[in-house]
């Protein structure tokens, strides 16, 4: 089995930077791809950005292309989602999910391993 703690979430005012953690252990042998989603009360999770894990390529969803970008520490076993030009509206809770399929796909439902969450709160 693989876990997933996510850390680096706060408060942080419009137009700053936030870095986001996740750090995976266990069976991440097994890992195919590593994603982060968002989601607001009452609303669906939503992809934010990906990294394969056997080649760190990566890709970020349309809404935070620009500001967002995703990296890796391979041998922290750690990725990472560098938040930049916050703006109210990506105030959320950030997850970071694992799957063993090796792309990035699809939505919060084809991911079986999640992190706990962290809190991102972007004062305007």
């Known amino acids: 089995q693989v876990q997933l703690v996510e850390s680096g979430g706060g408060l942080v005012q419009a137009g700053g930077s936030l870095r986001l953690s996740c750090a995976a252990s266990?069976?991440?042998?097994?890992?195919?791809?590593l994603a982060w989603f968002r989601q607001a009360p009452g609303k669906e999770r939503e992809f934010v950005g990906g990294?394969?894990?056997?080649?760190?390529?990566?890709r970020v969803s349309e809404s935070v292309r620009g500001r967002f970008t995703i990296s890796r520490d391979t041998a922290k076993n750690t990725i990472y989602l560098q938040m930049g030009s916050l703006k109210s509206e990506d105030t959320d809770t950030y997850y970071c999910?694992?799957?063993?399929?090796?792309?990035?796909?699809?939505?919060?439902?084809?991911?079986?391993?999640w992190g706990q969450g962290t809190q991102v709160t972007v004062s305007s």
């Open positions: 990294l394969l894990w056997a080649d760190s390529l990566s």
């Open positions: 266990g069976r991440t042998f097994n890992i195919g791809a």
């Open positions: 999910a694992a799957r063993r399929l090796r792309h990035l796909s699809g939505g919060a439902e084809d991911f079986s391993v």
